[in-house]
């Protein structure tokens, strides 16, 4: 492996695989919901940046890589909104976002 | 601005042996050296001439002292800002504070690179151009979200919620109206965008092919005939692209936070909104980011609605335009004392003067073409494009002496109630048209 | 062939209109209304105009198609949203949007003080954009959306005053007989439809519906033809037509259709709608013409018609009655002119008949709204001093429909009566007869009703005046028409002999899409104009004398001897009654058809409730009983086992459900886990060569 | 190796620096806020590595959808979620060897993954500009992922309205 490379392939991939265990650890470490969800915005990323990789460089004549990309992104978008108003409603209804705490669906 | 370089790069023979990128990045940073300087002066020369419109509003004199009339007021403003004390708030988040005024500088920085500035020329032509500004526009809420929470601060922080929240509603119906214009275009490439317009109304490389009302039916020479600003996309679907125009002039306003939409900076109620805690340089870098969004926006309807650096009339229209002003405004002149009437007067022989180029259907659209030096057409587009936009910013100048402030509610409601309708009808509308005149 | 998107605007702006007048139309005034509803059909007629200019009238004659909307899309079997003008097309478009813009402005006056304004204008233009999506859609599929709609618009039109506090539940009536009868067609129409669909699929593999494919087909294969199917196919569609065009046996709707308002009764059961039948077998000219026997029939069914509803005009008094019994007399002109081949004399008089009718109603309407409501002719009377721009008019356009020339009813009517003549089908010289006795009777009630209403003393009590400009208006420009409408359609003799040129310019026209062959194919092999141009002309005065023989007794008897008309009907009461009575076919119908149908439909109900209802009934009861012997079983039995298997299940959760503690970090981290576990194992099982000679590499093997 | 595409290296591990240092800084940072614009810097950096990689479509999306929607969202979430009288806000997070073994290992298995890229895989940068095919494809091939994205975002954004409205007391 060449750190200079015409193709940087492979570093795209371990880019994406290391954003990828950070937006993991985020998830498994993080008690605020809100932290979480971001964790999640890394996850999608990673798996974005690497579609396109793939797209870019392996797939050449098609663009599926691409439209799953662009698929994710506006998913991304649906399920961040969706999320932060359920996180809205939860501090509404017991005052925090603390996921280790909420362990009742009703107050 | 690629282009620029490479011409630049064959024709100078001392570089020949040098790699092209050298060149190349050395040009860039001279262009963006430039433009920043530009946006410097811009701004400064903005405020003073704000202060001259605020004060013939109000019968004011305005500043007077520094230079004759006060026009070097605005440098004097700019070194008293830059030796002033650099103060942070001691219960500020530091980071934050202090990179907030980037980010929003560089967000509207950033989209200055793919304005077509002139034929043949904008410094980048994107083929995503007029989504890559919408793009970068939209960042510059984050830097001021940032400096409202950095600066600890409840008018900061309210100035920038309120900021955001009118920014983020605002640009629905601008991303509505910019699809419409999307659809008689179609293309996002700003420079193709004017770059397409043939002089006899056509759009070459777009969905439409000819204008609904053929205008050179009325020309006495069809063959050589130039549309002059009847080209321009305003006038393409009559009235649905002049709603389209009023829709995003008002978006624009909105979005840069200009009056009658300044709510986040209300200073009755917030003192100075977000950059309430910001002095000296860092609050410069706010107040140039306000005018050079500003600059982009009127930019971005100059381009998709005022036919970019195209000039307004045909050689025999530009030329007719001023004679007719002028000799009706020497008629009304002996008869009225009022200025307006006899402005008005001017204007109205302007008029006959651009529909007589009209008509007279001459094909020589340039006056760099009537000179017979090509070359000019670069200068000429320039002056047209800075011309057309920078009318556009004293008009937003003008409104801000003459309109009262909205609430926040009514600004809401102008919004989701009002605008996005109307921008989806009138998307609607020139779907149709564009549909049946394909 | 040209495409024209501006085809679809043609039919969307009455429809923009419509959604426009129904559901913002009580919001915006009467003004706006009338404004909107006027101006979407004018600028449909100004587009109208242009496409024939510019596509037809200017050297280059073709046929304009807009873009295609796939519709359905089922294996072979495609629909396309395609629309279509061609000649015949252009022709009618002109027509129903020209004499339909004319009435919208007139309805503006006639429609001003009713409460249901919006109502009224947005089923008008409804109706306006599906009449021209039926003669502009080139499938099969979109005429008959059309067909139907028009249908619909009709109804709506028909009951419109289904509120009148004495005559509203005998308007809706009226309405829901239109629709009935109507529907006996279309299922005649659409059996013909299915069954030419079926048999060019089957014997040719063509599934189409599209109507220039179906004449390709028929049109290659004319030798390999099953002709006495196709007729079967003809006589159906005709049916269909019968239906739509008021033919003996379904014309009984039509008269009844005169509840509606009279500039409705002048648009869609004069001008526009019930020329439909006449259209679509003009439109089938090329199956028609290979079928002697359908044209026969054809030709003998309008002939009838005309002969049959004319008498029961002679008799009527109610002013709109007799012009409803005169259209459908001229409807059966119409068709008898289809029956003899003779299309393009079919579809001219249908243009002709348009102008002088649309006037007539129009004028009837005018008569009416000046009388106060006023609709019995007995009760009328000089009015002739007191509505001049009306009586004029309306005398201008008797003319025309008694056929003397130079008015336009003469030169259409002349045109079907010499083709009759000339065919040589066995049936042409008795429908040509038929035509001759039928053209004496409309001149003689055609007057007869002139005479009535606009002279002699006003025998009605009402104020009586003149109408509002905008129905005066739409008036003067269908008279002017009336006189003129005809001046496309100089019979070439004539032109030949007085100025020399062909002056026939509307045959001409239309031959391009209903060509010769069809035209007159089987039928006028060796006619040809230059021998028979001196029996033309002696048939032209014979058709003139015989018109003016009817005006003369019309007025011998309502002007002269006005006591003799009594006399007659006394003296015959059988006739006179009979014919009054309308033949009575009205009541045929309904003891022939409705009331068996009503009893049967009783026995039918009382057998359903005692059979079929008592043999449910008694298995319901007799499954009731046994299934409590089974609940005995279930109970102890079946549900014992599922308690059992439940409860089991229930214990094996609780366990379980220690392991869902509601941690989501514990179920991602359990997930996170078994995904590098399964990685790694579906590597290794994979790419086991590949993991050695890395480990390998890494000096850990 | 040409000049051209040492900058291009140059640009690339500038761009992936900045990823993976704001990608730590979200992972571990203890201010909420400083969280949330340390997403910024990753959503910058991989929409330029996007622009970098040619997908110039992708490059503005991701800005337009991310930055100036998405990131957004989350700041006013976090400023609706808190007290928000003190700057610096604490997010609390739980840390244990245990966790950083495995994600450890789950870094290990994907490079690992990504080193041992099968050779088949050919290598040859795509040049051309894509908005057009996309938007070709979105209306042709992908139309009913499409319209399905279409409804789900409807359906989303009337979910989240009605989510997070206040409770009408009666």
């Not at chain 1, 991304?76 to 705490?101: C, H, M, P, T, W």
């Not at chain 2, 001023?322 to 009022?338: E, N, Q």
């Not at chain 4, 399905?148 to 989303?156: D, E, F, M, P």
Request: charged share 10%; proline share 3%; glycine share 8%.
């Amino acid at each position: 492996m060449l750190w200079f490379t015409k193709y940087p392939v492979e570093n795209l991939l371990i880019l994406s695989s290391a954003v990828f265990c950070f937006g993991i650890y985020t998830i498994v470490t993080r008690k605020n919901a809100v932290s979480i969800l971001m964790g999640v915005e890394l996850v999608l990323n990673s798996v974005n940046l690497n579609f396109i990789t793939f797209s870019q460089f392996v797939d050449n004549a098609g663009i599926s890589g691409n439209m799953v990309a662009i698929f994710v992104i506006v998913l991304a978008a649906a399920e961040a909104s969706v999320a932060l108003a359920i996180i809205l409603g939860i501090y509404q209804n017991f005052g925090r976002v603390d996921v280790d705490k909420l362990t009742s669906l009703r107050n | 601005m690629k282009e620029f370089i490479e011409h630049l790069y064959n024709e100078l023979e001392f570089l020949e042996g040098l790699p092209f990128i050298i060149p190349f990045i050395i040009g860039s940073f001279i262009l963006a050296f430039i433009i920043i300087n530009f946006i410097a002066v811009f701004a400064g020369v903005c405020t003073y001439i704000e202060r001259k419109v605020a004060a013939r509003i109000q019968a004011r004199v305005g500043p007077y002292m520094v230079g004759p009339h006060g026009i070097l007021q605005w440098l004097a403003d700019a070194l008293k800002l830059l030796f002033k004390e650099d103060t942070v708030p001691e219960k500020a988040d530091k980071l934050l504070f202090k990179l907030a005024p980037f980010i929003v500088f560089a967000g509207s920085f950033a989209c200055w690179v793919a304005l077509p500035l002139a034929p043949a020329f904008s410094p980048a032509r994107l083929n995503i151009g007029i989504l890559y500004i919408i793009a970068f526009g939209s960042s510059v809420i984050l830097g001021i979200l940032m400096a409202g929470w950095a600066s600890s601060s409840k008018w900061a922080l309210f100035g920038a919620m309120r900021s955001a929240a009118q920014i983020v509603s605002y640009e629905v119906p601008t991303g509505l109206t910019i699809l419409a214009m999307l659809l008689i275009t179609g293309t996002l490439d700003m420079h193709n965008t004017i770059a397409q317009i043939n002089l006899d109304g056509t759009i070459s490389g777009g969905q439409s092919q000819g204008l609904p009302f053929p205008l050179n039916y009325f020309s006495t020479n069809a063959d050589n005939f130039s549309a002059g600003m009847f080209s321009w996309y305003i006038f393409r679907y009559p009235p649905f692209t002049f709603i389209a125009f009023i829709i995003i002039y008002i978006c624009a306003l909105a979005e840069t936070n200009r009056v009658p939409f300044d709510i986040p900076e209300a200073e009755s109620e917030l003192v100075s909104g977000y950059h309430t805690e910001y002095s000296g340089m860092r609050f410069s870098f706010f107040f140039l980011s306000e005018y050079a969004n500003m600059f982009v926006f009127s930019a971005i309807i100059t381009t998709l609605f005022l036919g970019g650096w195209l000039p307004p009339f045909n050689i025999t229209g530009s030329l007719l335009a001023p004679a007719c002003g002028i000799i009706l405004y020497m008629l009304v002149k002996g008869k009225t004392t009022d200025p307006a009437n006899r402005f008005i007067a001017f204007c109205t022989g302007a008029g006959i003067g651009i529909f007589l180029g009209v008509l007279s259907g001459d094909k020589n659209y340039w006056f760099a073409d009537y000179l017979g030096i090509q070359s000019l057409r670069f200068i000429e587009g320039l002056f047209w494009f800075f011309t057309k936009s920078f009318g556009l910013v004293i008009l937003m100048m003008w409104l801000r002496w003459t309109i009262p402030r909205y609430r926040v509610d009514q600004l809401m409601e102008l919004c989701w109630k009002k605008l996005t309708p109307l921008a989806f009808i009138n998307l609607f509308c020139i779907g149709i048209l564009e549909w049946l005149y394909k | 062939m040209g495409t024209n998107n501006m085809l679809f605007a043609v039919i969307l702006l009455p429809f923009a209109g419509f959604l426009f007048n129904l559901l913002a139309g009580s919001f915006v005034g009467k003004k706006l209304v009338s404004l909107v509803g006027c101006g979407v059909v004018i600028i449909s007629f100004i587009l109208s105009a242009q496409i024939f200019m510019s596509s037809f009238l200017q050297g280059a004659s073709t046929a304009v198609q807009s873009n295609s909307i796939r519709w359905i899309d089922v294996l072979d079997f495609n629909v396309d949203i395609t629309l279509y003008v061609d000649h015949l097309t252009i022709v009618m478009m002109l027509v129903v949007t020209g004499v339909g813009s004319l009435i919208h402005i007139y309805s503006v006056g006639y429609m001003h003080d009713d409460k249901r304004f919006n109502r009224y204008f947005s089923y008008i233009n409804l109706f306006t954009s599906f009449m021209l999506l039926l003669i502009m859609g080139k499938s099969l599929l979109l005429m008959f959306v059309g067909w139907e709609g028009v249908g619909l618009c009709s109804y709506l039109l028909i009951g419109f005053w289904f509120d009148d506090k004495e005559k509203g539940i005998s308007n809706s009536l009226a309405g829901m007989k239109a629709f009935i009868v109507n529907r006996v067609g279309d299922l005649s129409f659409t059996i013909g439809l299915m069954i030419l669909f079926t048999y060019l699929g089957e014997k040719f593999n063509v599934w189409t519906l599209d109507i220039l494919k179906i004449k390709d087909v028929v049109a290659t294969n004319e030798t390999a033809l099953n002709i006495p199917l196709l007729t079967a196919v003809c006589i159906l569609l005709f049916g269909g037509a019968c239906g739509k065009s008021a033919q003996i046996p379904l014309y009984v709707w039509l008269p009844d259709a005169m509840a509606g308002p009279t500039p409705v009764s002048a648009l869609i059961h004069a001008a526009t709608m019930v020329t439909a039948g006449v259209y679509m077998v003009a439109r089938f000219n090329f199956i028609f013409a290979l079928c002697p026997t359908a044209l026969a029939v054809v030709a003998l069914v309008g002939a009838t018609t005309a002969l049959f509803a004319a008498t029961i005009g002679m008799t009527q008094f109610d002013i709109k009655k007799v012009l409803a019994y005169s259209t459908v007399s001229q409807l059966g002109y119409m068709f008898l002119a289809c029956g003899v081949g003779a299309f393009i004399a079919a579809i001219f008089h249908l243009v002709t008949h348009a102008f002088f009718k649309a006037c007539l109603f129009l004028g009837s309407g005018s008569v009416i709204h000046g009388t106060g409501g006023e609709q019995d002719i007995r009760h009328m009377g000089g009015l002739r001093k007191k509505m001049p721009i009306t009586f004029i008019t309306f005398a201008i356009a008797t003319i025309a429909i008694a056929g003397i020339p130079p008015l336009a009813g003469f030169f259409s009517k002349d045109e079907i009566l010499w083709k009759a003549f000339s065919s040589n089908l066995a049936v042409g010289k008795l429908v040509w007869i038929i035509g001759l006795i039928t053209a004496f009777i409309t001149a003689f009630y055609m007057f007869r009703l002139l005479f009535l209403t606009f002279f002699g003393d006003y025998r009605g009590h009402h104020h009586v005046h003149e109408s509002p400009f905008t129905m005066v208006f739409a008036l003067i420009v269908l008279a002017t028409l009336s006189v003129i409408g005809g001046w496309v359609g100089i019979p070439d003799a004539l032109g030949e002999k007085v100025i020399h040129t062909q002056t026939n310019k509307f045959e001409h026209f239309l031959d391009k899409s209903i060509p010769h062959e069809a035209k007159s194919g089987p039928l006028h092999k060796e006619n040809s104009h230059e021998h028979h141009s001196s029996a033309e002309f002696i048939l032209m005065g014979v058709s003139i004398l015989v018109a003016l023989s009817g005006i003369f007794l019309a007025y011998y008897l309502y002007m002269k001897k006005k006591e003799i008309p009594a006399k007659i009907a006394s003296s015959f009461p059988e006739l006179y009654n009979t014919i009054y009575n309308k033949y009575f076919v009205d009541e045929a119908y309904s003891s022939a058809i409705v009331q068996p149908l009503i009893a049967s439909s009783v026995q039918t109900c009382r057998f359903d409730n005692t059979a079929v209802d008592g043999s449910v009934n008694t298995i319901a009861y007799s499954t009731g009983n046994s299934s409590k012997y089974v609940g005995v079983f279930d109970n102890n039995a079946v549900d014992a086992a599922v308690n059992g298997v439940a409860n089991e299940v229930y214990s094996t959760g609780g366990q379980l459900r220690l392991l869902q503690s509601g941690n989501i970090k514990m179920y991602l981290s359990i997930a996170v886990v078994s995904s590098i576990l399964i990685m790694a194992v579906l590597w290794s099982i994979l790419e086991w060569k590949q993991v050695k000679d890395f480990l390998v590499s890494l000096g850990l093997l | 190796m040409s000049l051209n595409e040492i900058l291009l290296n140059i640009i690339f591990y500038a761009l992936a620096l900045t990823g993976l240092f704001s990608s730590f800084m979200v992972a571990t940072s203890t201010n909420m806020v400083r969280t949330a614009f340390s997403l910024l810097g990753v959503l910058f950096s991989f929409a330029g590595l996007y622009g970098l990689l040619r997908a110039d479509f992708l490059f503005a999306a991701q800005i337009l959808v991310y930055v100036g929607g998405i990131l957004v969202l989350i700041i006013f979430a976090i400023m609706l979620t808190h007290k928000i009288a003190n700057v610096n806000l604490s997010n609390e997070s739980t840390s244990s060897s245990t966790v950083i073994a495995v994600v450890c290992i789950l870094f290990a298995v994907l490079v690992f993954i990504a080193l041992t890229l099968p050779e088949y895989i050919k290598i040859n940068q795509r040049n051309k500009p894509l908005t057009e095919m996309i938007g070709n494809n979105l209306l042709s091939d992908s139309l009913l992922p499409f319209e399905i994205l279409s409804v789900l975002l409807l359906a989303c954004l009337i979910g989240a309205v009605y989510l997070a409205r206040k409770e009408v007391k009666e």
